[in-house]
């Protein structure tokens, strides 16, 4: 009896021991190589990296004014991406794919920033700058595999507005 | 001793089955390696193509994405100034998209890529082949990546590499989570863009 009890408790522990080195190590996996998982995966192009997912950044114009939206992206590593996504006056016809413009980015991003938006009319005349005070979007806060960013412009020059939303 | 192994292999077993389950393990790292099964990494069954850029040189580029509908004009998205720290960007566009090239569609032998080197130097880099071809290439719901990477045997020793991501092949499972494609069309539309 002593010895069965004895027994059980040990392959408890022992479950209770791997099942907590296996948690430790879990996250960790992200440091193996994707590249290399990218070569030996049917989803991924051989030799070409697999992205790990997705952030989405739209940029939709509902004024009359051209607008160049400029956007720096932060990545996990210190890297800097610089945007600067341009869209014309909008249009309500939706064949006319002009007025609205995405980048996309893998899902090593540390942050968001919107810097600023310039914005012209058609027709000429003054540059406009606003919306170059927001704070950034910042990984689990914000941000997180998977969202989509939109910066919507509205209004008529030149009283532009810019909204920032995560969905 | 055959039992331990049968008993101790079944607990060893166990967590790494039931992990990736309760989420236990890197999401992003398993979406990379089962190709979409969390986060779509292809637009799938929405109206785009993605097209990403990924920088795997020592030059800072600057690398224009150009794609037609069959109609004047040509539409381009151009990615300026990405560092080999920075690595990839890319686009999205929407279908209908009949032809994806970098650089000229019609010139693919135009040097238009910039690489912008360390020690100053800057070249012209060609995109090399044929844009691709709706249908035959690719199809709605596919991700183009282009590769730009060192290459001592290329002009400008660097080539560009095309692959793809099959929208087919995105897994819709109750693992699934955040979907910024379907989300995005589901405000365009919305929004009456």
Not at chain 1, 46 to 66: D, F, K, L, Q
Not at chain 1, 84 to 107: G, L
Not at chain 2, 31 to 52: E, I, K
Request: glycine letters at 10%.
């Amino acid at each position: 009896m002593e010895y069965h009890c004895t027994n059980a408790v040990r392959r408890a522990a022992a479950g209770v021991v791997l099942a907590g080195i296996g948690l430790l190590l879990a996250p960790g996996c992200g440091v193996i190589n994707p590249d290399l998982l990218g070569t030996v995966l049917p989803n991924s192009t051989i030799g070409i990296p697999a992205p790990e997912g997705t952030i989405v950044i739209a940029v939709m114009n509902r004024s009359p004014a051209i607008v160049a939206a400029q956007v720096q992206v932060t990545k996990l590593n210190g890297g800097v991406v610089d945007l600067t996504i341009p869209v014309q006056p909008f249009d309500s016809s939706t064949a006319n794919p002009a007025d609205r413009a995405f980048a996309v980015q893998d899902c090593d991003i540390y942050s968001i920033r919107l810097v600023q938006i310039l914005a012209g009319l058609p027709t000429g005349g003054a540059v406009q700058q606003f919306a170059s005070s927001l704070p950034p979007l910042v990984d689990g806060v914000e941000l997180s595999c998977g969202k989509l960013v939109t910066i919507t412009v509205v209004g008529t020059p030149p009283n532009l507005q810019a909204a920032v939303e995560v969905y | 001793m055959k039992d331990h192994v049968r008993h101790y292999g079944c607990l060893l077993f166990a967590p790494m089955v039931l992990a990736p389950l309760c989420g236990c393990l890197n999401p992003e790292f398993l979406n990379s390696a089962v190709g979409g099964v969390y986060y779509p990494t292809a637009p799938g069954d929405t109206p785009f193509v993605m097209v990403r850029v990924v920088n795997e040189t020592t030059a800072t580029l600057d690398v224009p994405i150009v794609w037609d509908d069959g109609s004047l004009p040509t539409y381009s998205y151009t990615v300026r100034g990405l560092t080999p720290e920075g690595h990839d960007t890319g686009t999205l566009v929407q279908w209908p998209v009949l032809r994806i090239g970098l650089g000229d569609l019609d010139f693919p032998n135009a040097p238009l890529i910039v690489a912008n080197f360390p020690d100053g130097s800057s070249t012209g880099v060609i995109f090399g082949r044929s844009a691709l071809q709706a249908g035959v290439d690719y199809n709605e719901g596919d991700t183009i990546i282009f590769q730009i990477a060192a290459d001592s045997r290329s002009p400008a020793y660097i080539r560009v590499d095309a692959g793809k991501i099959d929208g087919s092949s995105q897994l819709e499972t109750g693992l699934s989570r955040a979907d910024p494609f379907g989300r995005l069309w589901s405000l365009l539309a919305a929004l009456g863009f």
